[in-house]
């Protein structure tokens, strides 16, 4: 069964700095894809990162980055010159390769709420 | 606006009560997924659509929960005889993934507003 796991409850950064949210993943799949969403207080879930399983290059997408370690199995989230506005809730999520019957879902992790301070 | 969009947003019913929720995904989205999410936790996964098929569905839907997606376009999620531990967001989301199965790209999931479910 397929496992997230993000270590971190809160975390806290100072505006302009960089912050790394961890995760961490459990799969006995070759073939994975790793998402990180942000979800604000409204509520919405935002997509912010995408890194496959046999991409060789780390993910990035504008501030954010994906520190992907294969062997570690980690995917953390790397967001430089933080913002207030990025302050929300995070999720790492992992879904299932084509190779399996249930590929499609997402299995989130717990989610660490980032506050920035200014 | 051409986001997921999913209705009502909000909706508080009595323990016993049934309540139908409705999601309308992407047009060109053929996967629809919706999720549970309670206070505090990540987005738990209850069932999945590819067009009109409903292709899984997870231990946690009950056979109270009965999700519906006709002609493969919008899609609605009935909870019957409400309990207090139903309390949650449901969250809808849509994917764009090939008829023969496998991704297309990263097969991105766009999420929806979700309705907050309060039972008394």
């Known amino acids: 069964a397929q496992k997230i796991t993000q270590t971190q409850p809160g975390m806290f950064v100072q505006e302009k700095e960089a912050v790394t949210l961890d995760c961490t993943y459990d799969t006995s799949d070759q073939s994975y894809g790793l998402f990180w969403y942000k979800q604000p207080s409204s509520g919405e879930m935002i997509f912010l990162i995408y890194?496959?399983?046999?991409?060789?290059q780390n993910a990035t997408e504008g501030r954010y980055s994906l520190n992907f370690q294969k062997a570690r199995k980690s995917a953390n989230l790397v967001i430089s010159a933080s913002q207030l506005g990025d302050s929300a809730m995070y999720f790492c999520?992992?879904?299932?390769?084509?190779?399996?019957?249930?590929?499609?879902?997402?299995?989130f992790g717990q989610g660490t709420i980032l506050t920035v301070h200014p | 606006d051409t986001g997921v969009s999913q209705n009502p947003r909000h909706k508080i019913t009595k323990r016993g009560q049934n309540v139908t929720f409705r999601c309308d995904p992407i047009s060109e989205h053929n996967r629809l997924y919706w999720y549970r999410q309670t206070l505090g936790q990540g987005p738990e996964f209850l069932t999945y659509?590819?067009?009109?098929?409903?292709?899984?569905k997870s231990r946690l839907l009950s056979d109270r929960f009965s999700a519906e997606r006709p002609k493969g376009s919008f899609s609605t999620l009935e909870i019957q005889r409400t309990e207090q531990g139903d309390s949650a967001m449901y969250l809808c989301?849509?994917?764009?993934?090939?008829?023969?199965?496998?991704?297309?790209?990263?097969?991105?999931?766009?999420f929806g507003p979700g309705t907050r479910l309060t039972v008394l």
């Open positions: 999520a992992m879904r299932e390769g084509p190779g399996g019957t249930s590929y499609g879902k997402l299995t």
């Open positions: 890194q496959g399983s046999y991409d060789e």
């Open positions: 989301a849509s994917s764009l993934g090939s008829l023969a199965g496998g991704f297309k790209g990263n097969n991105e999931q766009f």
């Open positions: 659509f590819q067009n009109e098929a409903q292709l899984e």
